[in-house]
């Protein structure tokens, strides 16, 4: 802290009697310590945050604060008011005024001593040291804490500590403790478990991530502290994101959300009762946070479970292998691309079904339209559908990278995915290209760079550097072999025939069925998806795509089958999923028999991916042919040879469901019961399933 603020930069006589007044006052004692270097421009960024959100705050504080280009380093100046100035606090005007300048690009040592001050600005003497501070000198001292907050009686370390030493505290853990470890251990502060104290745990963001995200943190811990509740806070700012333990987040009993910008993988907290509110109810009202969430617990009140996903999926994040990683890096690429397909597939397909398929030799709907004419709404749509699907590649590298390096890839990752598209090095280019600009990014993110050019980094350094690297990559070194393996893979697509496609059929219909959504299901609709995201796609092509949405829609259809004719065999709570998954599987929406499969994988799965198998090849074998990338039973006028194709899918269905009905029929009372049993967690649950299969 004592690079931040010294006594130049601390009026105890401010004498503004508005907010901008006073943010002008102290920025511009930062412009002449050589802090700001343009004091109009940062006073704009420091408006435009307060745009966002006011930042007085109740015990008559004002905080204002920003991320801008114009400031050269991490900065703070103090002013304290006599008259106060509004600064939109609900308890009246504030006297002591912090404004907290942050370069666009500071580093997460300095941001991480900025959280320690919002922290500090929760305690209570130390914001009354302050207005009894007789001099610049003693109140910069205060705010660094090389003076004691007590003058006498009572102990140093109330807030008189640096605020680099309790920098831990922004971490997650009140008391210093790293991480709250005893939180997981089921012995809390050397209790028993079954004394225990009440655990909630918590998550905090604001807009810029530098003062709310921090004191809401603070004020929750404390609140806790003083109703005996352990809380442990997950603080989502700009000094860093370390997650909370996933044992934290199960043995907690309740969850409180104080935040103003989404929070990060909310679905972990799932199924649990939770408060979610502003990041400033964190700060104000803590404690009736604190009663309103146990409140909730004690009348079972909690948010809808999450959607269960893959094995890998619901992985932990600690020892993640580099395996796993490349696995979530592909995935986020894919994730984002799917709505384009999406959307792009599904008015592609619609133009066709209004105009023909001659519709893709239509001129631009800019030099021809008739309101009037069936012909021009369907170049219409395909057009707009064409301009969706060139975004296919681009949005896949740069989601890739994003999933890398975060916010910095998308640029590379982009101009990468863009390249890959120009050259035609199609799905793998962009694979390739995403997977470089992320690896770039992370590397320049490794260098050590001077004070004065970390604001620039991450708009104009960052993105000039990566994407000239990647750049020279794609067009000289890689491209041109990209686009030649896509090339003799697209030949090899068109010439298979008989066997050859019967067998590919059978292999994808495996692979769609094996984890219902996750990674290798999701291979294998991109590389159905890739082949038809051109303007006149191949017959083979669009086998490939019939065959591989006929086998997504095989699990959920064959569940709900299953639970038609033998419920019996499931839980009641299965057979209410399965009437859901009528409709799951008839949208093409593989998801659907997660629940099932969850429940009972070592008989669903592998019923599935052999029902799976049957309809990929049959489809393959009948020849249909499919132009849109989803869509199930609704675009079936779209398909090639539709009676055929939906007997192909019958025939999965059928197999599956035979296949489910003698597996569960063959097991076992007492192992039905208990792998039911864990599916639902409950004994309710248990005395169901066991009631089910002794009928």
Not at 148 to 165: Q, Y
Not at 207 to 214: F, L, M, S, V
Not at 451 to 465: E, K, N, S, Y
Request: hydrophobic share 50%; aromatic share 6%; glycine share 12%.
């Amino acid at each position: 802290m004592s690079e931040m603020i010294t006594a130049d930069l601390v009026d105890l006589d401010l004498s503004a009697e508005t907010k901008e007044a006073a943010a002008r006052a102290l920025a511009e004692r930062m412009v002449a310590s050589g802090r700001v270097t343009d004091l109009e421009g940062f006073l704009a960024d420091v408006a435009a945050r307060e745009a966002q959100m006011p930042t007085g705050l109740d015990g008559g504080i004002g905080i204002p604060h920003c991320r801008s280009e114009h400031v050269t380093e991490p900065t703070l100046a103090f002013g304290r008011s006599t008259a106060g100035i509004d600064f939109g606090a609900a308890d009246g005007p504030a006297d002591l005024i912090f404004l907290i300048a942050a370069p666009a690009g500071a580093d997460d040592a300095h941001l991480t001593i900025l959280s320690s001050l919002a922290r500090q600005l929760m305690d209570a003497d130390f914001t009354a040291a302050l207005r009894s501070a007789d001099d610049a000198v003693a109140a910069a001292e205060l705010i660094r804490g090389e003076r004691p907050v007590r003058a006498e009686g009572g102990t140093e370390d109330s807030a008189g500590t640096s605020a680099a030493a309790s920098a831990g505290a922004a971490t997650g853990d009140a008391d210093g403790d790293p991480g709250g470890a005893d939180a997981a251990t089921g012995d809390s502060l050397g209790e028993p478990a079954g004394a225990r104290p009440f655990r909630i745990v918590a998550v905090t963001s604001c807009p810029t991530g530098i003062a709310h995200t921090y004191m809401a943190a603070e004020s929750l811990e404390s609140a806790g502290r003083e109703a005996g509740v352990e809380v442990v806070v997950e603080t989502q700012g700009s000094a860093g994101f370390t997650r909370l333990d996933p044992g934290v987040i199960a043995a907690a009993d309740a969850v409180i959300l104080a935040h103003d910008v989404p929070v990060r993988d909310k679905a972990r907290f799932a199924g649990k009762p939770t408060v979610d509110v502003g990041v400033k109810a964190g700060i104000n009202r803590p404690a009736e946070l604190i009663s309103e969430v146990r409140a909730k617990a004690e009348r079972g009140e909690v948010t809808a479970p999450a959607v269960p996903g893959t094995p890998v999926d619901r992985a932990g994040e600690s020892g993640e292998g580099y395996g796993t990683k490349l696995r979530k890096w592909l995935m986020s690429g894919v994730s984002y691309m799917v709505p384009f397909v999406a959307a792009g597939g599904l008015l592609i397909a619609l133009g066709f079904a209004i105009g023909g398929y001659e519709i893709n030799k239509a001129p631009s709907v800019m030099e021809h339209f008739m309101w009037t004419q069936a012909d021009s709404w369907g170049a219409l749509f395909f057009q707009i559908g064409g301009v969706a699907f060139n975004f296919l590649v681009p949005v896949l590298a740069g989601y890739i990278a994003y999933g890398m390096a975060d916010r910095p890839g998308l640029v590379p990752g982009f101009v990468g995915g863009a390249i890959s598209f120009t050259i035609n090095a199609g799905f793998l280019g962009g694979l390739a290209a995403g997977l470089i600009a992320g690896a770039v990014v992370m590397g320049i993110q490794r260098v050590r760079i001077p004070a004065t050019l970390r604001g620039i980094m991450p708009v104009v350094v960052i993105p000039l550097i990566s994407s000239a690297i990647v750049g020279f990559l794609m067009f000289v070194v890689i491209g041109k072999p990209i686009a030649s393996a896509q090339k003799a893979m697209t030949d090899w697509l068109n010439g298979l025939t008989g066997t050859n496609a019967v067998l590919l059929g059978m292999l994808l219909g495996l692979m769609m069925c094996f984890d219902l959504g996750g990674p290798v299901n999701k291979v294998a609709y991109t590389f159905a998806t890739a082949g038809i995201a051109v303007a006149a796609p191949s017959e083979s092509a669009m086998k490939i795509m019939a065959a591989v949405m006929a086998a997504g829609m095989v699990p959920p259809l064959a569940m709900a089958l299953a639970t038609t004719v033998r419920g019996r065999l499931f839980t009641q709570t299965e057979r209410e999923n399965g009437k859901a998954a009528w409709v799951l599987g008839a949208s093409f929406i593989s998801e659907g028999a997660i629940p099932f499969a969850a429940a009972d994988p070592l008989r669903v799965i592998p019923s599935a991916m052999v029902g799976g198998a049957v309809t990929g090849a049959l489809s393959m074998a009948f020849g249909a042919t499919l132009r849109a990338p989803h869509g199930g039973i609704f675009v079936v006028p779209l398909i090639g040879n539709p009676f055929l194709y939906l007997i192909a899918i019958a025939a999965g269905v059928c197999v599956t469901t035979a296949l489910v009905v003698v597996l569960k029929s063959l097991r076992k009372p007492a192992a039905g019961t208990s792998g039911a049993g864990a599916a639902d967690g409950s004994a309710v649950a248990a005395a169901a399933r066991k009631q089910a299969v002794a009928a």
